[in-house]
């Protein structure tokens, strides 16, 4: 690690705060939730960070949904294009 530049301690529990949040780690952003109070940041500092890394958790989630939601259209228009047209 590069000793010229460090992250100042609001600035790191902030990060941390976001990492928890997207990595769904609960006992983390207890931590990094109370660490970042501790070390003066404002409330609604804390909220950001967390409302940055509910979009990092969200965009995963998105994309799995619209994959699956793709995957069953096709099969459905597939299956239905190979059924006999009744006449």
Not at 10 to 22: C, G, H, N, P
Request: proline share 5%; hydrophobic share 35%.
């Amino acid at each position: 690690m590069n000793e010229e530049f460090k992250f100042d301690d609001q600035t790191r529990e902030l990060i941390s705060v976001a990492a928890s949040v997207a990595a769904n780690c609960m006992p983390c952003l207890r931590y990094h939730f109370a660490e970042a109070r501790k070390f003066g940041c404002p409330i609604e500092a804390i909220q950001e960070a967390g409302t940055i890394g509910l979009t990092i958790k969200e965009r995963p989630r998105s994309d799995m949904a619209k994959l699956f939601t793709d995957l069953v259209s096709r099969e459905m228009e597939t299956t239905n294009s190979n059924e006999p047209q009744n006449k």
